[in-house]
């Protein structure tokens, strides 16, 4: 008799401390639970062009800007969800956004973007692009931002000085330019033309990879700073 009391006390002790293990494995979790990661930022990344609309043409090598956009915004993709942050894709492939039975397809393309940002509850937009210019000495990465929106204009400040600091050929100011994909809505975005295909020597380093990483990497350091990350 005795020895089933002893044995009960055991019991209870032993079932009580499995109550006390679980409910601070609980605690535990619901601790993890709840600092479980917030993003740190949500960004919109848009590769320019797609489909029918190819862009801008590799001068020698015949690539589209289509392709080259979309090569680029996948890297910077990578780079951000490095970092913690939350990735919409206006595209993820090399079709365009516009409806096959639309009649204006670039007002059709233009207002799926304008529909993927405003649903995003993005803090920024990015919309990456190639340039080309009939002169064919023109070269250097250059940010273009909406006037109106003072936010754009500081994060695409914050951009063109970080590529200035690291990638040659790079301009030092950023530019005001009327594009759609930055005034369509009040977040503010910064649209990067990374280099030009007209210029040969700017096609050959676009399409290296390494290149592609650096210069990448320096848009992505221009907006955490921005974000004063
Ligand atoms: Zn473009």
Do not use: W
């Not at 393309?109 to 000495?137: C, Y």
């Not at 970080?162 to 050929?169: G, P, R, T």
């Amino acid at each position: 008799m005795k020895f089933l009391v002893v044995k009960k006390r055991v019991l209870s002790a032993v079932l009580l401390c499995v109550i006390l293990i679980c409910s601070v494995v609980g605690v535990c979790y619901a601790v993890q639970a709840e600092a479980s990661p917030k993003p740190l930022r949500t960004i919109v990344i848009d590769a320019g062009h797609g489909g029918r609309d190819g862009g801008a043409v590799g001068k020698a090598s015949g690539i589209t800007e289509n392709e080259l956009n979309l090569q680029y915004a996948e890297t910077i993709k990578t780079i951000c969800e490095g970092l913690g942050m939350r990735v919409v894709m206006t595209r993820s492939d090399l079709s365009g956004l516009y409806s096959p039975v639309a009649d204006n397809k670039k007002r059709s393309d233009m207002e799926a973007r304008q529909k993927i940002i405003e649903e995003s509850g993005a803090d920024v937009v990015l919309s990456v692009h190639m340039n080309a210019f009939p002169l064919t000495s023109s070269r250097g990465a250059q940010v273009f931002f909406d006037s109106k929106n003072q936010g754009g204009k500081e994060l695409a400040q914050s951009i063109q000085t970080s590529l200035h600091d690291s990638i040659a050929y790079a301009k030092s100011s950023a530019s005001d330019g009327d594009l759609y994909i930055l005034n369509c809505t009040q977040i503010p975005g910064a649209l990067v033309e990374f280099g030009f295909l007209s210029n040969l020597e700017e096609e050959e380093l676009l399409l290296d990879e390494s290149y592609r990483q650096d210069i990448c990497y320096a848009v992505v350091c221009g907006i955490l700073d921005y974000f004063r990350l």
